[in-house]
């Protein structure tokens, strides 16, 4: 069963017996209702009746004077017919007087005659209802008589029944028009469901993750679904497209050098004097350290990008910093590297990782720095961010390729970057690294006058205080 027509059944369910139990409490205010009235008529004539009783009965004209009294003192002939009967017993219950109509119901007499009391009983032979008012007459504290006083309930009845027929014929048709319009309801609700089941579909059949769900402005719990399922599709074609790019960009990269490995197999073969072969060895040898570079970059994207990745160690960046500008500075030829250290920020990290970021950005500003440049590295804390700036005057990046700098494989130059011995994923890896340790990576650029990457890190004050106290990390000048 489709959940729309779970939805309407239980629905509906809920309105029917809604319904049945607004109608069983109608039935019971109506059927009391008219039950008070007929026992209030029942009631005033019974009186009038019971007082022209106690006269006769003082008259000592008691029981011969009861055939010259009203049976129907308070009553029009109208409503006294034929509904109303009347008997009037003696003190054994014995019937002394009685209508025509009363006499013919042949009523069951109740054994108890000595107390007013209403009844609903039935005549013999007669299946309609009757309701009935007993009340005893006593002249000088001795019951006399008793004046029975009762009414068919067969009308009543009847007007009950055809309420209630009413009742059921308007409780089915608001139930079907309620049908409809919840149906109508879930229907629409249920559109966006729809819509993603068959777009799921679609994409399952074709492999089409452009493939998105129509959404409309102010949706409910269920739209909200097609906007999470469009979602995780973007993020699916993404993904794809991802994982495409990389593929033709790994394949574009490795194919130079084994092209080149290749070309110096072949000459290995020839008879070659031994000058010229080592000059071909050597030249495999780097394009082999270029390739095993490049799974390794490769490797170190994948992790940093999809590893789960909670760093909670305490590491003293601007440690980091001195360690990686010594190491920069043995390759950096004639170029100048200052360091200038104003603050010294505690961060939560990987010590090895963060290495590797600014590693990365200090390789990149050698690259692109003439001999005679200068590299500017500062470490500072702005309100809560730690911050290390990696500044050069070297060539810059014009406008129009800074946006993807951090892309894979994207290279401004790509023969400075090829003749370095560069991969192209040194950015990458650093902005990636940098977003797994919660933070960012920026860069400013003019072409022609140089660039500064800043690594931003959140950081807290407490942070230092629980490095001195838990590890031991000196935070002295």
């Given amino acids: 069963m489709s959940l729309r027509a779970r939805l309407g059944l239980a629905i509906a369910a809920i309105l029917a017996v809604a319904y049945g139990a607004f ?29 022209n009783v106690e006269r006769c009965a003082r008259e000592d004209d008691f029981p011969e004077g009861l055939h010259r009294i009203s049976l129907y003192p308070d009553l029009t002939h109208e409503t006294a017919l034929p509904e109303i009967f009347v008997q009037i017993l003696s003190g054994d219950g014995t019937a002394l007087v009685a209508t025509q109509n009363a006499a013919a119901l042949d009523i069951k007499i109740p054994t108890d005659l000595s107390r007013a009391e209403y009844q609903t009983t039935s005549a013999h032979g007669h299946i309609p209802a009757l309701r009935i008012l007993t009340v005893p007459v006593r002249v000088d504290g001795k019951r006399t008589a008793t004046v029975l006083v009762g009414e068919s309930l067969h009308l009543p009845v009847a007007s009950l029944h055809r309420a209630v027929d009413r009742m059921v014929a308007v409780g089915a048709m608001l139930l079907l028009a309620a049908w409809c319009v919840v149906g109508l309801v879930i229907h629409q609700g249920l559109g966006p469901l729809r819509r993603v089941a068959r777009a799921a579909r679609e994409i399952a059949q074709t492999g089409d993750v452009t493939r998105r769900v129509s959404v409309f402005p102010g949706q409910d719990e269920v739209g909200q679904v097609a906007v999470a399922f469009n979602e995780l599709v973007a993020r699916v074609q993404d993904l794809l497209e991802t994982q495409r790019r990389l593929l033709a960009d790994t394949s574009h990269e490795l194919r130079n050098p084994l092209t080149v490995l290749r070309t110096d197999l072949d000459l290995l073969r020839h008879d070659l004097d031994a000058a010229t072969r080592m000059e071909v060895v050597v030249e495999a040898e780097k394009e082999a350290e270029r390739m095993a570079r490049l799974v390794d970059d490769l490797l170190l994207l994948a992790v940093a990008e999809t590893a789960p990745y909670r760093p909670d160690t305490p590491v003293r960046l601007d440690a980091v910093a001195r360690d990686v500008v010594a190491r920069i500075r043995a390759v950096a030829g004639e170029r100048t590297i200052e360091l200038h250290v104003e603050e010294r920020p505690v961060v939560r990290g990987h010590a090895e990782h963060l290495g590797q970021i600014l590693r990365n950005l200090l390789e990149n500003a050698v690259h692109y720095t003439s001999q005679q440049g200068t590299i500017r590295v500062s470490v500072l804390v702005h309100r809560d961010r730690a911050l290390v700036e990696v500044g050069d005057d070297g060539v810059g990046v014009p406008a129009a390729h800074l946006p993807h700098v951090f892309d894979r494989f994207y290279r401004v130059d790509s023969s400075r970057s090829r003749a370095s011995g560069g991969t192209g994923l040194g950015l990458s890896i650093a902005r990636a690294l940098a977003e797994a340790h919660g933070g960012f990576l920026d860069v400013e650029s003019v072409e022609g006058k140089g660039s500064t990457f800043t690594l931003d890190l959140p950081t807290e004050p407490t942070w230092l205080d629980d490095a001195r106290r838990t590890h031991g990390i000196d935070l002295g000048p």
């Fill in 23 to 51: 109608g069983v409490a109608q039935y019971g205010t109506l059927r009391d209702a008219i039950l008070g009235e007929i026992d209030e008529t029942l009631g005033l004539h019974a009186t009038s009746l019971v007082r």
